[in-house]
């Protein structure tokens, strides 16, 4: 290792649940890991989520270990603000040149909090999904790791305002730290970098960014979740009173030619799941969900059964058309024809909630493109490129854990190889 580059056996790119998984086992075995995550923070989407499956757990419970085990371990070497800017294959090895974009805190931070009280500017706070607001220096939520302020120089005033590196005892402050870039040479690169919901801006016909209480399943998960936007309060966005009764739009966006033409395959089980938070919280509230095809593959289908004898919950089939505004109150109308029956039915409820589906983002990185097949998804190359978790295919968290595991045994096949 120098300065500008490191030598390592194993790269791994995307800090998530997959990313996380391949660089812990990978380490255990004995080789050295380079472990990249372009947010400040590791956990990726599981870290957003209220529970998960199977044990609907909060997600500190699973990463809360693996973050121990993770930071303990002398053989990983963790890199936040990270992004690949390119990558080339070199006899048998892989050189990855990476953009380290600067955090303005170092290690000497405490997180006592002295910055974030005189900070005077504001942010839209992407962890929940712009549902609420931090200042401009922030920690992205309550457990994350690494445990230190970030600073957002797209609102801060940097030297111009200086009130956090006056009030800072620790100098834990650098608002002119600069970009820096790096080369990683490793005989090996596991690709987890993971999904986006789909934008919900583009199904114009389902209200979202029209209405207010029009939300996705994701932003659903931070209403629900203890540190999120409401405490845990499922409110409705425009009045802030709680719901009576909601609707889920199964499909959202999914299985269509015109947007993602494959099948997600958690989202039904994903509404489902959040129909429980809402009935816990509010148990006289109606649940409409509207769907084309259930899908509950496995030990799921004994969830969906005990969901089904909830009498507050009606299930609907059929693609919804539309959603809209009723003008005789401020309550929105979901349209959608029963395919069962023929009928056109119309729910009148308080918050829709559209089940978007998983978009991988490997498609923006610069990787071969004949290695990503036409719906964006990463196909591994056979030798030391190697793709787990969602970028792969959609999954569950428990898949996405199992195929992190058997990425690092290709990995050790290819490294131990060479």
Known sequence: MTENSISSDLLVVGGGIAGITAAIEAAETGLNVVLIEKNPYIGGKVAQFNQYFPKLCPPSCGLEINIRRLRTNPLIKLFTLAEIKSVSEQSGSYNATLKLKPRYVNNQCTVCNDCVKVCPEKRKNEFNYLMDETT????????????KYVIDMNTCKGTSCNKCVEV??????DLNEKEKEIVVEAKSVIWATGWEPYDAN???????GKYPDVITNVMMERLAATDGPTQGQILRPSTKQEVKSVAFVQCAGSRDNDHLQYCSSICCMASLKQSQYIREQHPDAEIHLHYIDLRSYGLFEDFYNKIQKDEKVHFHRGKVAKVFQDTSSDKLIVEAENTLTGDLIQNSVELVVLATGMEPTVKNLPVDK?????????KSNGDGMISCGVNSKPKDVAGVVQEATGSVLKAIQKIKGN
């Open 136 to 147: 401009s220096i922030y920690i992205p939520y309550e457990n994350a790791y690494p445990q």
């Open 168 to 173: 800072c005892k620790y100098n834990a402050i």
């Open 202 to 208: 583009k199904l114009d016909i389902l209200g979202f």
């Open 370 to 378: 004949e290695l990503i097949d036409a719906s964006g998804f990463f």
